[in-house]
């Protein structure tokens, strides 16, 4: 098997090459047709074919430049440096020289005294100034303003502002200052006009209510009307008729004023 592969390849190249000479031979004589005829001696002619040298052309080589001594560098020999020994000398404390310290001299700082400045005196003009009237207006400042904090007024006082409730925020300052230093006064007032009805004794009724009226600046009010009663209605027209008489002795305000008050009705 080994040897059938090489001499089947080697068959094949030798018919190649057979074919192509003889399809050479083919077109020669298919170009000459006379020279398929039996050529005669005499015909035969032998060329003697000469050898053409070739011209060859001189080079022209250019001549060497001379090399000047001073483009070529001398090249140093490299010297090989060599760590030389640290020589230790023996050295006498007796040899020893102390360097003396230089005396340094402080610069004296020169005191500079302060100029006196002279205060000039301001006398005030009080000619311009009106004592009395400078006196009504911080007077009326301070009692125009109303008080910042509730709590710092006494107990009965913030329990009657207590029962105007949100609505207390939404009156001006001069209500407010109004009601903070007169709603005691007023509930002072209607207590001592107030009478315990005969009927409310004889049955021992007691309780509280809350009766609410406008105070105007003349002293006038408006009727007054009962926001929370007492459960009782012998007390509470008692607490009407009560405050139609006392509303005389009220303080006037200087604009129309909501007044809320309780009234207490006990039985001991």
């Known amino acids: 098997m080994k040897y059938i592969i090489p001499a089947l390849i080697l068959s094949i190249f030798l018919h190649l090459l057979i074919f192509k000479t003889y399809k050479i031979k083919d077109d020669v004589v298919k170009d000459n047709p006379s020279s398929t005829k039996n050529p005669k001696k005499s015909d035969i002619k032998y060329v003697v074919l000469k050898s053409v040298a070739k011209k060859v052309e001189p080079k022209i080589t250019e001549p ?5 001594k001073e483009k070529i560098e001398k090249k140093e020999p490299i010297k090989k440096l060599v760590k030389e020994k640290p020589i230790y000398k023996k ?3 007796s040899d020893i020289k102390v360097a003396k310290k230089r005396e340094v001299k402080k610069e ?4 500079t005294t302060p100029k006196p400045i002279k205060k000039s005196e301001v006398n005030p003009n009080y000619t311009k ?3 009395t009237k400078l006196q009504k207006d911080t007077l009326e400042d301070f009692l125009s303003t109303p008080v910042q904090d509730v709590k710092m007024l006494d107990e009965l006082t913030q329990s009657y502002i207590k029962l105007y409730g949100e609505e207390y925020k939404s009156f001006t300052k001069v209500q407010k200052v109004f009601l903070e230093k007169n709603l005691k006064d007023i509930g002072k007032i209607t207590e001592r006009y107030l009478k315990y ?5 004889r049955t021992r009724q007691s309780g509280m209510n809350i009766i609410e009226f406008t105070l105007y600046p003349n002293g006038d009010i408006t009727k007054p009307m009962i926001t929370s ?5 012998a ?5 009407i008729e009560t405050i139609e008489i006392a509303y005389k002795d009220y303080p006037r305000p200087k604009e129309p004023t909501k007044i809320r008050i309780y009234v207490t009705y006990t039985i001991y």
């Open 64 to 68: 060497k430049k001379e090399i000047t």
């Open 91 to 93: 050295v006498k404390k």
């Open 108 to 111: 004296e700082v020169k005191k």
């Open 129 to 131: 100034l009106n004592p």
């Open 197 to 201: 009805p005969d009927i409310a004794v």
């Open 229 to 233: 009663s007492s459960g009782y209605e």
């Open 235 to 239: 007390l509470d027209e008692n607490t």
